[in-house]
């Protein structure tokens, strides 16, 4: 019935209106067309109507991912068993059986590699085992870097919980921002970002016994740099004992690169899942999800359901469906809880996720990539992957970095039907037809050092004394041009000399957890006088997006809300104008609700604005207030962002320097109105290259703070002829 399906498009963006859903929907669409394309071209969604006005499915069962156990073994955890003791759980991981010959093979090696089914215990479980035998003793730490600060902080509590400690005490994670640990801590779960910089106080990790480089697999930058300079240290130390976990993937590599350091592998332990396929591709994604969770939930045994969707807001908006129909269809069917899971997710929902399900009901989890492997969620039997992932992507000769929604590695969608199989045989819906696995997914994900920007890396790097980049040991070194450009922006930023030697200033700026571009900003505001506003418009910078919240049932008041934020001016003036209000408010939660805005986050904002404020101490920046001149805040951002400059030309904005089209981002305060020149936070490509967080600026500043930067013809306005003298005249009087 492809009318059908078409109709339901043109009432959602209807009854949604709004530029933003109408943009959401498109990218969306833009996302889920791109993938079967080719087939898409030729033939429509397929829709039957079941449950009155639910729509359903056809899915073809194509293969079987292989068990090895019998799929009559153990049916799914009863009440009982999830009651059972928590040692007897540890007990039962694939990894217990092998515990001695484990100890042993670690006391026996430096490097070991341990390869296992995702699920079998290597986080939580080796960390414990060592902690046991004895490898903390005289103060001595372990630390477990982990890809993500879900991850991390998720596992150390669950692991406090396995030993009956506190977290925090024993037991703890340092993530960027937050550290909970303690003089006790001596089992430490930490991003993989925290341990690097970790290298800068103890550069040869002499009060570590132990390293264990967790879900290395996944390949994130940060886990690529820990690679080279941990064996760097291992080549030279007897201490500390080096351990690389990792899925079921890669790990002939990983041993390799440790001069063939040996694999232990800890065989799996996992049920048949079964495959299915969608006969056509889909076209809408989210809708596609939401029919398949209900096509699951109505006629299908007991047993959790895992949806994978590429981010938050993707999350968000499938979570709202799937509530909305569940609402809808009342008590003709049980219960479904809903729960999502992503990087941001405030930490008491995600501790929602681990709870067991109610009897009767169902769960379902609405998770990113982190549910994938890094994080293990029990009772899932059902598993419905739309085929997507949100990657990030750099462009070296733009300097571009952009992060958009594509088709996964083959590595994902095998990784996301294990998840299925954990406690009992299980099914794995794929929202994609079997002839688009086979031919377009790429066979592993290019590892995130080839797509990502290097400058924070590369200040880190400089900062440890290593200085010959191009010659360090990495499993994949990165692109030339990468470092190439790394190094000119750090130049640029007066972080670097001409010999590629680290400035004063460029130390002072590795310091700050937070990229070279905001930490510019933040030391140069002491000049301009408007220390205070800069440090709270950084800090709401790092939280990423997630101010704001519209529910469904209240988008125009939500947009009122926002709207009554906007100053001229810019969005980083409206985010400043935000924290002011919270903080004139007291700092309170019934402030934000009724704003419309994310109590969370800004709980998360006043966090990092403290320790930020702390870092400045420590590099002896006075904090000034602006007295409300907010022209001085906004020069006070250009000094980091002079290179993230757009120009407004006849129709659209195209950047200063590589004279891209880009376009401001529908949430922006500016969205209606163009300023001739912009500076912007951010690029996301998405449907477009969009600019988040823009801030009006004048074509002078630029010249002003990066002379080395930028020509004064590049920068020429037809109606400023007299910009030139101006210049002379500014710079005087700023000395
Ligand atoms: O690291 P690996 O994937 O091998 O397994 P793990 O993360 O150590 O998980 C082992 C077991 O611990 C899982 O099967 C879950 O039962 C449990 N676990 C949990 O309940 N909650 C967490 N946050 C992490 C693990
Ligand atoms: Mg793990």
Redesign the pocket.
């Given at each position: 019935q492809p009318a059908r399906a078409v109709d339901l498009v043109e009432e959602e963006s209807g009854a949604r209106g709004g530029e933003q859903r109408r943009w959401e929907e498109a990218r969306l669409g833009a996302a889920s067309l791109k993938f079967g394309a080719r087939d898409a071209a030729s033939q429509e969604p397929k829709y039957q109507l079941v449950l009155e006005e639910e729509e359903t499915m056809e899915f073809v069962r194509a293969t079987q991912l292989r068990g090895d156990e019998e799929p009559s073994a153990p049916p799914a955890p009863t009440q009982a068993q999830q009651k059972e003791s928590i040692q007897a759980?540890r007990r039962s991981?694939p990894?217990f059986p092998f515990r001695e010959e484990l100890l042993a093979a670690i006391a026996n090696h430096q490097v070991l590699i341990i390869e296992?089914?995702?699920?079998?215990?290597?986080?939580?479980?080796i960390p414990q085992y060592l902690f046991e035998e004895g490898y903390t003793r005289k103060g001595m730490k372990i630390a477990c870097p982990q890809p993500g600060r879900v991850a991390a902080m998720?596992?150390a509590?669950?692991v406090a919980r396995e030993m009956g400690v506190k977290l925090g005490s024993e037991v703890g994670y340092s993530i960027r921002f937050e550290d909970c640990t303690s003089e006790r801590t001596v089992l430490r779960y930490m991003t993989d970002g925290m341990l690097l910089r970790e290298f800068l106080s103890e550069p040869d990790l002499a009060s570590c016994s132990v390293v264990m480089v967790?879900?290395a697999h996944e390949r994130t930058l940060h886990t690529d740099i820990l690679f080279g300079l941990i064996k760097d240290v291992a080549r030279f130390r007897p201490e500390p004992k080096v351990l690389v976990?990792s899925?079921t993937l890669d790990t002939a590599r990983f041993s390799a690169f440790f001069d063939d350091a040996p694999i232990f592998r800890?065989p799996g332990r996992r049920f048949p899942v079964d495959i299915f396929y969608t006969k056509a591709p889909e076209a809408d994604c989210l809708e596609a999800c939401v029919v398949s969770v209900l096509q699951i939930h109505v006629p299908q045994p007991p047993g959790d359901i895992l949806v994978f969707l590429p981010g938050r807001e993707e999350i968000g908006a499938a979570c709202e469906m799937l509530q909305d129909r569940c609402r809808r269809l009342g008590s003709k069917i049980r219960e479904l809880l809903v729960l999502p899971i992503y990087a941001n997710l405030p930490s008491d929902m995600q501790a929602r996720i681990?709870q067991p399900t109610p009897p009767g009901a169902r769960k379902v989890v609405v998770a990113t990539n982190i549910a994938e492997?890094?994080?293990?969620?029990?009772g899932i039997i059902y598993v419905v992957d739309p085929g997507f992932c949100k990657q990030k992507s750099y462009n070296p000769r733009t300097g571009m970095e952009s992060l958009t929604v594509t088709p996964c590695s083959k590595a994902s969608p095998n990784q996301r039907a294990g998840r299925a199989g954990?406690v009992a045989a299980g099914k794995c819906f794929r929202l994609y037809t079997a002839w688009a696995y086979q031919h377009e997914l790429e066979e592993t994900t290019v590892p995130e050092i080839h797509r990502t920007s290097l400058g924070n890396v590369v200040l880190l790097l400089k900062s440890l004394g290593i200085h010959d980049l191009m010659h360090l040991d990495f499993l994949d070194p990165p692109p030339y041009e990468t470092l190439l450009l790394a190094l000119e922006q750090l130049y640029a930023l007066g972080a670097l000399n001409p010999l590629g030697e680290l400035t004063t200033s460029g130390r002072k700026r590795a310091e700050p957890p937070v990229d070279p571009m905001l930490s510019k900003m933040i030391l140069a505001s002491e000049k301009y006088g408007c220390s205070e506003e800069t440090l709270t418009g950084a800090a709401m910078l790092s939280v990423n997006n997630s101010i704001f919240y519209r529910p469904k049932d209240k988008v125009v008041h939500a947009d009122n809300a926002r709207v009554n934020f906007f100053l001229p001016g810019g969005d980083h003036l409206v985010l400043l104008n935000v924290y002011t209000q919270w903080a004139e408010s007291g700092y309170s939660s019934q402030w934000c609700y009724e704003n419309f805005v994310q109590f969370r986050s800004m709980r998360r904002a006043r966090d990092v604005r403290e320790q930020l404020e702390g870092l400045l101490e420590r590099v002896e920046v006075g904090l000034s207030p602006c007295q409300g001149d907010y022209i001085r805040v906004r020069k006070a951002i250009t000094p980091g962002y002079f290179s993230h400059t757009a120009r407004w030309t006849r129709s659209a904005y195209r950047t200063v320097k590589q004279q891209q089209t880009v376009f401001i981002h529908p949430n922006s305060s500016h969205f209606e109105e163009q300023p001739r020149w912009l500076l912007y936070h951010e690029l996301v490509l998405t449907t477009k290259e969009f600019m988040r967080q823009v801030l009006e600026i004048e074509s002078i500043w630029l010249l002003e703070v990066a002379p080395h930067y930028y020509k004064a013809k590049e920068l020429e306005d037809p109606h400023a002829k007299k910009m030139s003298k101006k210049i002379g005249k500014t710079r005087e009087e700023l000395g």
């Open positions: 759980v991981l990894v296992g089914e995702t699920g079998s215990g290597k986080t939580t479980q998720s596992v509590a669950r967790d879900e976990a899925a800890i681990s492997t890094s994080l293990t969620i029990e954990r």
